[in-house]
């Protein structure tokens, strides 16, 4: 029972940070522009990732 919350959450929220990603595109443009990159590759990939991994067990 507590892994099928622990695989919701983490869908959830791997969810969430694709759409947080879409988001803040138009900013993450502009800003890489300037020189300033946003990682927010790094928070979709590893959610992405612990996601897989949770799935797998």
Do not use: K, W
């Not at 300037?34 to 996601?51: C, E, I, K, Q």
Request: aromatic content about 6%.
């Amino acid at each position: 029972m507590i892994d099928r919350v622990h695989r919701a959450t983490l869908f959830a929220l791997y969810q969430l940070s694709i759409a947080l990603g879409i988001v803040m595109l138009p900013i993450a443009l502009v800003t890489n522009r300037v020189g300033l990159p946003l990682p927010v590759h790094r928070l979709v990939d590893g959610l992405g990732s612990r996601y897989e991994a949770a799935c797998a067990r």
